[in-house]
């Protein structure tokens, strides 16, 4: 079992940056397959990034490809997401997830286990 705690959100301006964290403690951490999503008021919650175990292969959502970046540092048990360039659609709270075993990342079934979220504001 593996314990994810986000942090990194906060209030910014349109065309500002964040660089969102994740840290997981309980089970090796380059062991899992690590993902973002996000839900915004009265959404659903949406695939953001996803990084495979070792961060050999990224997947992103069209909506922020080429704007933000996710990776991982499995000595520092640590999954990032460096936003730029926000808008104010990126407005949401951001969650990371951990999956023991592959398979489509972009959907929520796939993950295990989940952080309790960060907030990100997007001021225009």
């Known amino acids: 079992q593996v314990q994810l705690v986000e942090s990194g959100g906060g209030l910014v301006q349109a065309g500002g940056s964040l660089r969102l964290s994740c840290a997981a403690s309980?089970?090796?951490?380059?062991?899992?397959?690590m993902g973002w999503f996000r839900q915004a008021p009265g959404k659903e919650r949406e695939f953001v990034a996803a990084?495979?175990?070792?961060?050999?292969?990224?997947y992103y959502a069209d909506s922020v490809k080429g704007r933000f970046t996710i990776f991982r540092d499995n000595v520092k048990n640590t999954l990032y997401l460096q936003m730029n360039s926000l808008k104010p659609e990126d407005t949401a709270v951001y969650y990371c997830?951990?999956?023991?075993?592959?398979?489509?990342?972009?959907?929520?079934?796939?993950?295990?286990?989940w952080g309790q979220g960060t907030q990100v504001t997007v001021s225009s």
């Open positions: 997830a951990a999956a023991e075993v592959g398979g489509d990342y972009s959907l929520m079934d796939t993950y295990d286990y």
């Open positions: 309980g089970q090796t951490f380059s062991s899992y397959a």
């Open positions: 990084i495979t175990w070792i961060g050999g292969s990224t």
